[in-house]
């Protein structure tokens, strides 16, 4: 490629610059991985269907969604290991469509961990430093420094069905690590490991990820681990992206429908904006027996049909009837689910719904509170409902 | 734990009160498991290391005329004794008279040259099956394994009609200008190697189809990722961990080729001289029964120490994926 026509591709594309991320106190840098308008087919099956995604550089990005939505995928053909049917992959501005997975400055963390079972710890974490031929003084540092990094120096010398699964997922992250890839593809890292662990291998991966400032990108299918790791999360359902953003905005503003029920728990009601003002909207809903009256404008016509969600711990319970004409409704407990710093209280509304209702038990002992059979009344506030029209 | 016993020992004519049935799935649940080992050892000890004593006996006997065609080991003397005549003169014999040492080493280069090009060709041909899709596989396997349907015999037999020096052979390459001359392959060693290794592919592909297969494929995914190009993925991790289904495969070739007969007998010449010749000339020829079992025996000696080394590497395999050291 000459310098001129080089020069003429980066002024052509549009400069990106990375999104605000609330909360987030990271610098993030120019896009690092660009997917534009990637489709991928296995025979008749769509499995990625018109994906575009930036990955900017520093960031901690989650690919999110269920078996088959295509996150996996969506990582391997950044890894080079899958060939996308229509669009293409960029890393670093370069075109990635013939560049072989051993050309490509990124590394990948496998699912299964695929650490070479005849091959010791400090052997599986030389091996790709052996590849690139660095010398031997500089490949037993590297190794010594992942080695404490992951604290195994103790296990150098052990094969990997020496290991537990906890340690042989910290060599598999080790070994990826261990080139200083530009990018580094997590294929659910931690879907092997028990819970306990698993809650503790996330903050050491965010850790791991600040330190060293690689780029990391994971595909996981558990929300939470989403949640906890990721500056941004993208979900995916059916090979395509619903929506792109960081954690707390994904969970607050979902964008649709699915991603509102995928992210988190969530009381789903469907009904009709009969009064659509830039300040305030109103919407029918059948389930309820008043209007769902919400603070701020949507996007939806009149008339039209959208759907109000509703986050348990933001819906209230009170035994006496609200003095209000809009946001409650009336119903008997029928299931309270204890779970130790919260209680999910499952309220059957006179229609049928079954509304979830989330309370903090802020006291040891349950006394007064409402309990099994009570007839109570559920509310919210006027922001509290999210609108979406899909 | 009693009952197992009583019904042991004394069968179905035991005093004991409890029913024949009841005593008999007590008798399985205590000793079922030894009694499933049992069924093979008892198989090996009736047609490996029966016959096998029997040889060794006839290799420390010396020729006589007669039937049987030796000399009893034991006599008993006037006096009462039982006389113990062990003959070391037939072992003695192989490595007196040249023959059989040529024999020998002509029958392990032929069965290490065969092995070696079976496993060029079975390699291959075992990654191709373990790499195809779950449909072609099966068919694929299944032709591996097709060959066996027909009479060994036959088969061999019908290689003479390819590899003679107008056979079928000959005349395609002939005709397509590639040679002149007919190769001489028919009665030369080339002719046993390549009935070697058409007879005994199928033990080569199928030990390293059955590793192959296991490998994980991401692995191979892994090594490339991590910057290794194809070919050196391929030796640094492909091979080393096809090892086991490689020293399987070879040995079940390289042991039945040492002593092959048939095939250096229809395909191979007047100088591919090798000990499954002199089996049968000593045997059926000379007539000479403690020279062959010797000549048996030695070759039994020579074949334990590849056996040794293959357990040698299965001992160590298995040691690797145990808990360790």
């Known amino acids: 490629m000459s310098m001129a026509t080089q020069v003429k591709a980066v002024s052509d594309r549009p400069v990106k610059t990375p999104p605000e991320i609330p909360g987030c106190t990271k610098k993030l840098g120019p896009p690092i991985i660009e997917i534009e308008k990637v489709v991928k087919r296995f025979g008749d099956f769509v499995a990625v269907n018109g994906v575009s995604l930036d990955v900017f550089e520093g960031e901690f990005l989650c690919l999110l969604g269920g078996s088959g939505c295509g996150k996996t995928t969506l990582l391997r053909m950044m890894a080079g290991f899958e060939q996308p049917s229509e669009g293409r992959v960029l890393i670093d501005g370069k075109d990635m469509t013939d560049v072989a997975p051993y050309d490509r400055p990124v590394n990948m963390m496998f699912q299964s961990y695929a650490l070479f079972p005849h091959m010791s710890v400090e052997r599986n974490i030389e091996f790709g430093l052996r590849q690139d031929g660095m010398p031997k003084a500089e490949r037993e540092s590297r190794v010594a420094e992942m080695l404490a990094m992951v604290q195994l120096e103790r296990f150098a010398k052990r094969k990997p069905n020496q290991l537990s699964g906890g340690q042989r997922q910290r060599v598999a992250l080790a070994r990826a690590l261990a080139k200083h890839p530009r990018v580094l593809l997590l294929d659910e890292p931690l879907s092997a490991l028990d819970k306990k662990l698993r809650e503790r291998t996330q903050l050491d991966l965010v850790n791991i990820q600040e330190k060293t400032g690689i780029t990391f990108v994971v595909v996981t299918h558990d929300q939470e681990e989403a949640m906890t790791m990721a500056d941004r999360v993208a979900i995916m359902d059916e090979g395509w992206i619903e929506q792109i953003d960081a954690p707390q905005s994904m969970y607050e503003y979902p964008n649709t429908r699915f991603v509102a029920e995928f992210f988190g728990s969530v009381n789903m009601f469907e009904g009709t904006l009969v009064e659509d003002e830039p300040d305030h909207v109103i919407i029918e809903a059948p389930e309820l027996e008043t209007p769902i009256y919400v603070g701020h404008g949507v996007s939806g016509r009149e008339g039209g049909t959208v759907w109000a969600a509703l986050r348990p711990e933001k819906v209230t319970l009170i035994t006496e009837k609200p003095d209000r004409d809009s946001n409650w409704s009336s119903g008997v407990v029928k299931d309270i689910v204890y779970l130790g710093s919260t209680s999910t209280y499952i309220v059957e509304l006179a229609s049928g719904k079954q509304v979830r209702a989330t309370l903090a038990n802020h006291d040891r002992d349950m006394e007064g509170r409402v309990t099994w059979d009570d007839k109570v009344f559920v509310t919210w506030t006027d922001n509290a409902p999210v609108v979406v029209s899909s | ?325």
Not at chain 2, 188 to 204: A, R
Not at chain 2, 280 to 289: A, I, M, S, V
Request: hydrophobic fraction near 55%; aromatic fraction near 12%.
């Open chain 2, 1 to 325: 734990m009693e009952a197992g016993t009583g019904a042991s020992a004394g069968g179905g004519a035991a005093p004991v009160r409890t029913h024949w049935r009841t005593r008999l799935s007590v008798y399985l649940n205590t000793n079922g498991r030894r009694l499933v080992l049992g069924v093979p050892y008892l198989w090996l000890l009736l047609f490996f290391l029966l016959p096998f004593a029997i040889v060794l006996k006839i290799s420390f006997a010396e020729f006589a005329i007669g039937v049987p065609p030796y000399s009893d080991l034991l006599e008993l003397t006037q006096d009462g004794y039982f006389r113990l005549t062990l003959a070391l003169s037939n072992y003695a014999y192989l490595f007196d008279d040249p023959q059989y040492v040529i024999a020998y080493t002509n029958s392990l280069r032929i069965a290490a040259v065969s092995t070696a090009f079976a496993l060029l060709v079975g390699f291959p041909m075992a990654y191709g099956i373990a790499k195809a899709p779950k449909g072609p596989r099966t068919i694929l396997l299944f032709l591996v394994v097709l060959p066996f349907w027909t009479s060994f015999l036959i088969r061999v037999y019908a290689w003479i009609g390819i590899l003679k020096s107008n056979g079928l052979l000959n005349n395609l390459l002939i005709s397509l200008g590639i040679i002149d001359d007919p190769l001489v392959i028919l009665g030369s060693d080339w002719g046993v190697y390549i009935g070697i290794v058409y007879s005994y592919l199928p033990f080569m592909v199928l030990p390293l189809y059955a590793t192959l297969e296991k490998l994980d494929p991401s692995l191979l995914e892994a090594a490339h990722d991590l910057g290794c190009r194809p070919w050196k993925a391929f030796l640094t991790i492909t091979l080393p961990l096809a090892l086991p289904g490689i020293v399987a495969g070879s040995m079940l070739v390289f042991i039945p080729a040492v002593g092959e007969f048939v095939i250096p007998e229809l395909l191979g010449g007047a100088d591919t001289f090798m000990i499954g010749r002199v089996l049968w000339n000593e045997f059926f020829l000379n007539r000479d029964w403690p020279v062959a079992s010797a000549v048996a025996m030695a070759m039994l000696i020579l074949l334990v120490a590849p056996i040794m080394i293959f357990q040698h590497i299965q001992a160590k395999q298995a040691d690797g994926e145990g808990a360790g050291r």
